[in-house]
């Protein structure tokens, strides 16, 4: 009975090891309790097979021998359901870092993935690369830098040419042009807006942008048709209400 016992406990102590490793997945937590809660079972089980054998079989003669041996074994099994009690702890630190692992990836991998923001009013997607490189020129206008913020947005609207964002960046690519006096490449930057974003809010600021190009060129006649045209095609925009301002003042 002796033989059996350990033979039996080995198995289960085998099986305790080896669950995990055919089986953990990355989130099995309930499966590998489980088979944890399935080897106390059997300890439990073996036990009290063990304390019924004994007491049917006691006699005079053997009990003191019998009685050794159930201590013994008593003392096996404990030291089992403390290697259950390791392998259980060191299962859950185990999967406890496999989580950690996998919501940091899942953090950084969302990061990576394109978001939904709000431009002009309008709902895009937007890569974060995108985002960052349209940031940064923006960031340069802002600062004063007109030559390297029409560098970054011609960079801009070469690289992304389907990003939601391109509409701004054609508009603001106009305004560095403007900023630094050359109108002429700034009325051409801004009549690509007006062109392809006819729908887009920032149609009527280009406009208005290509009037005051006009105007720098002292074409008043052109000037004067732009700002029409824009009344005409955006009435309700804030820019028609500039526009009209400087038609009164080109009379």
Not at 178 to 188: F, H, M, P, S, V
Not at 202 to 221: F, V, Y
Request: charged share 25%.
């Amino acid at each position: 009975m002796k033989t059996l016992l350990r033979s039996l406990c080995a198995a289960a102590v085998l099986a305790a090891a080896c669950a995990p490793a055919a089986h953990a997945g990355l989130f099995d937590d309930d499966e590998a309790r489980r088979a944890i809660l399935d080897i106390r079972s059997r300890l439990d089980k073996l036990e009290n097979n063990l304390s019924s054998g004994l007491a049917a079989k006691a006699d005079k003669t053997t009990s003191l021998g019998l009685s050794d041996q159930n201590e013994q074994l008593r003392q096996e099994i404990a030291k089992l359901r403390g290697q259950v009690e390791v392998l259980a702890n060191e299962l859950a630190n185990t999967q406890q870092r496999q989580k950690d692992f996998y919501v940091d990836l899942d953090t950084r991998l969302r990061k990576l993935e394109p978001q939904r923001i709000t431009v002009d009013g309008r709902e895009v997607s937007v890569d974060p690369n995108e985002q960052k490189t349209y940031d940064a020129a923006l960031a340069q206008f802002k600062a004063g830098d007109y030559r390297g913020a029409g560098s970054a947005f011609s960079d801009f609207v070469r690289r992304y040419p389907q990003s939601g964002l391109l509409p701004s960046a054609q508009y603001w690519l106009g305004n560095a042009y403007y900023a630094q006096r050359d109108y002429k490449n700034a009325i051409a930057a801004q009549q690509v807006v007006v062109k392809n974003f006819a729908d887009n809010p920032k149609a009527a600021d280009a406009l208005l942008n290509i009037a005051s190009c006009q105007t720098e060129l002292k074409d008043k006649a052109a000037a004067k048709k732009t700002l029409e045209s824009l009344i005409a095609q955006y009435p309700e925009a804030p820019a028609a209400q500039t526009a009209k301002e400087r038609l009164t003042a080109l009379r």
